[in-house]
């Protein structure tokens, strides 16, 4: 127990490190659509992949996993998108409860749009598991996926695990992101499909 507690320790900090180093984010190259992907800090996701389709890194925004209950223009004065680009070029989507539903959302987003390439925009702490979930789905290279990471300011610190509220995150984010592994890796044993045989007759 105590060499497994040791490896799921390094393994956490060893993530956190993969987290802090994703931001900033590199200038990404232009992709048929930017998706952003809600949870928390959903302002700061929404304008940064706005701010993107403002600099001509896409030509339409999925905003995935909206409330019900949030009106379109209440999305748009919270997150400070500019009006034009907002009712030009943002769609909404309200199906998604969580990361698989964003997924979800965001492959029938891009079938229908007939995209070929996808900016990805959410917290850096959210990233590694939105990514996991994205190309289980999607399965590059069908549909090339780029990473814009938004930070968090609570992980930026050398010594984020001195911080509760940091360190809750970053504990709760590192466990669901083992479940996801260990759901593929399972899923990976399972029977492959075989082509069906010809039909000689």
Not at 10 to 30: D, K
Not at 35 to 40: D, E, P, S
Not at 52 to 60: P, S, V
Not at 143 to 157: D, E, M
Request: aromatic share 6%; net charge positive; proline share 5%.
């Amino acid at each position: 127990m105590l060499v497994i507690g040791l490896i799921w320790v390094a393994g956490l900090f060893a993530f956190a490190g993969r987290v802090q180093r994703s931001t900033p984010s590199p200038e990404p190259t232009a992709a048929d659509g930017i998706v952003a992907l809600t949870g928390a800090n959903s302002n700061e996701r929404i304008a940064a992949a706005v701010q993107l389709l403002a600099d001509h890194k896409g030509r339409r925004v999925l905003v995935s996993g909206v409330n019900r209950e949030v009106s379109r223009e209440q999305l748009r004065v919270a997150s400070g998108s500019v009006r034009r680009l907002y009712d030009c070029c943002v769609d909404l989507g309200f199906t998604a409860a969580d990361t698989v539903g964003n997924a979800r959302e965001t492959a029938e987003w891009a079938k229908a749009m007939r995209f070929q390439s996808l900016t990805v925009v959410t917290s850096d702490y959210h990233m590694p598991r939105a990514m996991l979930e994205l190309r289980a789905v999607l399965r590059p290279p069908a549909i090339h996926l780029q990473l814009y990471a938004v930070p968090t300011q609570a992980l930026k610190t050398r010594h984020w695990w001195r911080s509760p509220g940091a360190a809750r995150l970053m504990v709760v984010e590192y466990s669901k992101y083992l479940a996801i592994l260990g759901r593929e890796a399972v899923l990976g044993l399972g029977p492959r499909t075989t082509p069906a045989a010809p039909n000689k007759g």
